[in-house]
């Protein structure tokens, strides 16, 4: 019910998040087959966004009442692991720099948050002003940082100055409710 996202895992089983499942579901993408709840230790709250990353791990984004924020789970068991965000504003998206700083896409603040690995707040990223609605992120080969904004309806590219990103350009535009971004 209500399905989020879709992530290939690293075992390439496709995994599928949904605002009414309290885990994150695998099934078998050759026959289409449910192999039962991915994740365990933890009962998620209206999960969204999902993302295999470099580090290991599975992060979750998740929109419930008393915890909307990011967690993250062991990307070959699907054993809880932590909490890496703290409370947010409807995150979304999230992506991970070279330096493993976590990037979270809040779609109500209408920012782009930064955490470090260890999971401490490390400052907005990208400014409220410069967006309307952020819904997915990710960074490029020359480690720019691409947000999806949902209400702009474009894919905006911002460089990094320091410990913040500016606005480059329009990366692409004439979107309608962009949200779901996947990388060949």
Not at 70 to 88: E, I, K, L, M, Y
Not at 143 to 167: P, Q
Request: net charge negative; aromatic share 14%; glycine share 10%.
């Amino acid at each position: 019910g209500e399905t989020q996202d879709v992530a290939i895992g690293p075992d390439d089983m496709l995994y599928v998040s949904s605002l009414q499942s309290k885990h994150i579901l695998k099934f078998d993408p050759a026959t289409g087959a449910f192999l039962g709840n991915f994740t365990s230790g933890y009962e998620l709250k209206k999960p969204t966004k999902i993302s295999f990353a470099a580090d290991g791990y599975l992060y979750v984004s998740q929109w419930g009442e008393d915890q909307s924020s990011v967690v993250r789970f062991n990307a070959q068991t699907g054993a809880f692991d932590r909490d890496c965000s703290g409370p947010q504003a409807a995150p979304l998206g999230q992506a991970l720099d070279a330096a493993g700083n976590l990037y979270v896409a809040c779609f109500y603040s209408k920012d782009v948050r930064k955490f470090s690995p260890d999971g401490a707040y490390l400052g907005v990223a990208v400014a409220a002003d410069q967006l309307k609605g952020p819904s997915n992120i990710w960074f490029d080969q020359e480690g720019a940082l691409l947000v999806a904004d949902w209400d702009s309806g474009a894919i905006k590219r911002f460089r990094a100055t320091g410990d913040s990103y500016v606005f480059e350009r329009e990366f692409a535009s004439g979107f309608a409710r962009l949200e779901g971004v996947a990388l060949g």
